[in-house]
C-alpha cells in the first residue's frame, strides 16, 4: 500500500484496540496503547500507537494526537532503558509499503539495542513467545 489510500479499520491494530484481537499490553489510557511487538526485532521491541486517530501514517495524522504519542514513545522508551539495559535505543516509523511499512495504522517502533547483538528483520523474523512478551511488558511497565 502507497502512501495513498483510506485508513482499513480491519487492520491489526485496530483489533487491538477493540479488544478483538490479543496483545501483551505495556501501556494504556484513552489516547494510545502500547504492546509488544509479536514478530520483535530484539528483546524488548515495543510499539506504540493512537487510539483515536485513523491516521494509516505519520503524514495524515492529526498533530495533537501526535504530540501525546510521541510524548508516549519517550516514556516508554526510558522505561524499555530502565527495564532492559540496552546499550541503545532505535525508534523507527515507516510510511509506505515502499518504505518498510506493513500495518496501516500509524505506529513507533521502539527496540532495545545491545552492542555486538543484530536486530532481527522486519516484520519478518519468528513469533516471540507470547508468556515471554508478557513478562517483558511486565518488567517494562513497573518503570512506566
Ligand atoms: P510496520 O512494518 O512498521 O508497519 O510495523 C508493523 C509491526 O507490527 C511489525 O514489526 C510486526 O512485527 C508487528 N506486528 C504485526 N502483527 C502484530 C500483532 N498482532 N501484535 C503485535 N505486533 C504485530
Not at 516514556?75 to 546499550?87: C, I, N, Q, T, W
Not at 517502533?109 to 511488558?137: C, N, Q, S
Request: no cysteine; charged share 20%.
Amino acid at each position: 500500500m502507497s502512501l495513498d489510500g483510506a485508513y482499513d479499520d480491519g487492520n491489526i491494530f485496530a483489533k487491538i484496540i477493540r479488544g478483538e484481537a490479543p496483545a501483551a499490553k505495556v501501556y494504556e489510557d484513552d489516547h494510545v496503547v502500547a504492546f509488544m511487538d509479536v514478530f520483535p526485532q530484539s528483546t524488548g521491541h515495543t510499539l506504540v500507537i493512537p487510539k483515536q486517530d485513523a491516521a494509516r501514517n505519520l503524514l495524515e495524522a492529526d498533530p495533537a494526537i501526535l504530540a501525546t504519542l510521541i510524548q508516549t514513545v519517550q516514556r516508554v522508551a526510558r522505561a524499555v532503558r530502565e527495564a532492559l539495559k540496552p546499550d541503545g535505543i532505535v525508534v523507527t516509523q515507516f510510511n509506505g509499503a515502499p518504505a518498510g511499512q506493513t500495518v496501516y495504522h500509524l505506529h513507533f517502533h521502539i527496540i532495545p539495542t545491545w552492542e555486538g547483538v543484530p536486530h532481527g528483520r522486519h516484520a519478518g523474523g519468528g513469533m516471540a513467545d507470547p508468556d515471554e512478551l508478557k513478562a517483558l511488558a511486565a518488567a517494562i511497565a513497573a518503570k512506566l
